[in-house]
């Protein structure tokens, strides 16, 4: 059950203008359920994205980074085959997808970016998907986000998506996003797949930019379970059919509605993870860096002795200390740090404070939202990463997915 999270309200997510969702019963893995989802894009729509770093990235994430040079008028999502690790035969399946639907959009093949995500190492579908395509073309609606959460995901609970508006000098700008992923959750570029939408006229140079610097305060700032998947995607769409981003103010006030809507969506993909009881923000503070602080974050955040802890509402200090001084920092003082549970100082000067007393802790860890914070004391620098515990349920989701 998902952490703090609901399920978004369709009526409070936000048409974009320039971007219509539609979405079809393909029947990948589940027949009945609703597993493919189509995007048409306004023409001359600028289009950014970034791509998981694993060596064995998926068909459509080869195709897609190519693609995306083109001028895209469309995207195909699908769920329930992630067509990652099939080789040739998966480039060529992916291809189809993408000249059946450019055939059905009016454009071509090559302005089509296609996303999976699912099962690695079985092949795609192709033939059910582009049967399915029309379907999903008959559904394109501007107002169809909530649906289209709902298509994306996998082992997910809750469907997510926000909506942001912003004041613009021009005019006020629209900011719409999903994001799908449970599992699988350690992104080395973004998450498993987001899609984030503005009305707003911003170039694709400058979108580049900014969705590069949202995934850094977003998706690349949360684990769930150390691992890198093979179809991670992070994609921001800017239609043009809005107000012009024309100062330093105006590209900042966008930027900083992308970054909480990119935020949000992290967050509800940590509290919708696969058997997470809690939702837990690990801040460390007064770092010599930026780096080094998220280093000490995440070797907390991925340790399993530390997250099953959490899992128990057991204050085992030392998996969190150990965690800190593993981190690989160059002339980390162990002497100078101090830690905390929410306000309750837990330890002093690398020692348990005198004044801790552990039924405090464990008050603290009962609750399904709480703060690891770390104080370095070697700098000005922090640094937040959003993770939650490793339960029973997270084992037997995993070890029963194909079945």
């Known amino acids: 059950m998902a952490v703090g999270l609901a399920p978004p309200d369709p009526a409070a997510l936000l048409p974009v203008a320039g971007v219509?969702?539609?979405?079809?019963?393909?029947?990948?893995?589940?027949?009945?359920?609703?597993?493919?989802?189509l995007v048409r894009l306004a023409p001359g729509a600028a289009v950014a994205g970034v791509f998981t770093r694993n060596a064995f990235c998926a068909a459509p994430v080869v195709l897609a980074k190519r693609h995306l040079r083109n001028g895209p008028r469309a995207l195909v999502v699908n769920t329930g085959c992630a067509n990652a690790g099939t080789g040739a035969d998966g480039l060529r399946r992916a291809a189809a997808v993408c000249a059946a639907a450019a055939r059905l959009v009016g454009c071509r093949a090559r302005e089509v970016l296609p996303f999976s995500t699912g099962v690695i190492m079985e092949p795609l579908p192709a033939d059910r998907i582009v049967a399915a395509l029309p379907e999903a073309l008959a559904d394109l609606k501007a107002d169809n986000w909530a649906a289209a959460a709902e298509a994306i995901m996998t082992t997910d609970t809750v469907p997510k998506a926000v909506s942001r508006t912003v004041s613009l000098g021009a005019g006020t700008a629209t900011v719409t996003g999903i994001a799908k992923g449970a599992g699988m959750i350690r992104p080395d570029m973004a998450?498993?797949?987001?899609?984030?939408?503005?009305?707003?006229?911003?170039?694709?140079?400058?979108?580049?930019?900014?969705?590069?610097?949202?995934?850094?305060?977003?998706?690349?700032?949360?684990?769930?379970?150390?691992?890198?998947?093979t179809n991670d995607a992070f994609v921001a769409i800017a239609t043009g059919r809005g107000p012009a981003v024309r100062?330093?103010?105006?590209?900042?006030?966008?930027?900083?509605?992308?970054?909480?809507?990119?935020?949000?969506?992290?967050?509800?993909?940590v509290r919708d993870a696969e058997g997470a009881t809690k939702f837990v923000t690990v801040r460390v503070e007064k770092g010599a860096s930026e780096s080094e602080c998220r280093r000490i974050a995440y070797a907390i955040a991925h340790s399993p002795l530390v997250k099953t802890a959490f899992f128990a509402s057991d204050p085992n200090l030392g998996r969190i200390l150990a965690a800190v001084g593993r981190a690989g920092v160059a002339g980390l003082d162990a002497a100078r740090v101090d830690l905390y549970l929410d306000e309750v100082p837990v330890a002093r000067g690398g020692a348990r404070h005198p004044d801790y007393r552990e039924a405090r802790g464990v008050a603290v860890m009962r609750k399904p939202e709480f703060t690891v914070r770390v104080v370095l004391n070697r700098g000005r620098a922090e640094a937040v990463v959003w993770t939650c515990d490793l339960s029973y349920e997270y084992v037997k989701i995993n070890a029963e997915y194909r079945t």
């Open 20 to 37: 219509e969702l539609g979405t079809a019963r393909a029947g990948i893995r589940k027949p009945g359920r609703r597993d493919l989802l």
């Open 191 to 229: 998450t498993m797949l987001a899609f984030v939408a503005t009305d707003a006229a911003l170039g694709r140079g400058a979108l580049a930019r900014l969705v590069r610097a949202a995934a850094t305060r977003s998706f690349n700032a949360i684990t769930v379970d150390g691992d890198t998947s």
């Open 247 to 269: 100062t330093a103010a105006d590209r900042a006030a966008l930027a900083g509605a992308f970054t909480e809507v990119a935020q949000r969506l992290a967050q509800a993909i």
